[in-house]
């Protein structure tokens, strides 16, 4: 994917390049008013031409960037047992869902779900809901989706100290849950906390 991005950056100079040089050599035999006419409509044509082979660039390298997401979310799912070909529709739907209701874009939204996945070795409804609980936490402190997600992973995996440090206090229950609990049963006690502290923060920073 990358070599493929760096042939569509040099066609697309090469594209700006040979626009400029046509344009120069059928204005040669013209009076000196009409050459610089000429030329500064030969520089607009150039900056379009740029523009539009920039925003190619642009479009080529976020499908590489979410291609590459996709391979490190599916391969996180094999992992724990999942086929990212059966839950392909239902993680689609919740990152089309907090996109349009959240700051946070696919990419983002993604790559937090990668890290719950990774850490707890665990999906289902419970992971999503871990997303966007991470999401709300990140939007609160300030911090990445995929750190927030991060914590909360690590959290899940019995280190409440992680959320204690940002002022999150877990029931006796949750914590209980911590300590005996199945991998889900532990990312749920996590997000409970989270939810609890932070709930709603990230849609209320994008409804700002």
């Not at 499908?63 to 590459?68: G, I, T």
């Amino acid at each position: 994917m990358a070599a493929e991005t760096l042939t569509i950056e040099m066609r697309a100079r090469d594209r700006a390049s040979r626009a400029i040089q046509g344009v120069g050599a059928s204005i040669g035999g013209m009076g000196q008013a009409m050459r610089g006419a000429a030329l500064a409509a030969a520089a607009m044509a150039a900056a379009a031409v740029a523009a539009a082979a920039a925003l190619g660039v642009k479009a080529v390298r976020a499908a590489a960037e979410e291609e590459r997401g996709i391979r490190q979310l599916s391969g996180a799912l094999a992992r724990a047992g999942v086929a990212y070909v059966d839950v392909a529709g239902d993680i689609d739907a919740f990152l089309a869902a907090q996109q349009r209701s959240t700051e946070f874009g696919d990419d983002q939204t993604r790559a937090a779900l990668t890290r719950i996945v990774t850490l707890t070795g665990t999906y289902g409804d419970v992971t999503l809901r871990a997303a966007a609980a991470a999401q709300d936490m990140a939007a609160a402190l300030g911090q990445d989706a995929a750190q927030a997600a991060l914590a909360m992973a690590k959290a899940a995996q019995g280190s409440a100290t992680v959320l204690q440090r940002q002022g999150i206090a877990l029931t006796d229950a949750q914590q209980a849950a911590l300590k005996t609990g199945a991998a889900h049963a532990r990312l749920g006690a996590v997000v409970e906390a989270v939810s609890g502290k932070f709930g709603g923060a990230a849609r209320d920073i994008d409804g700002m």
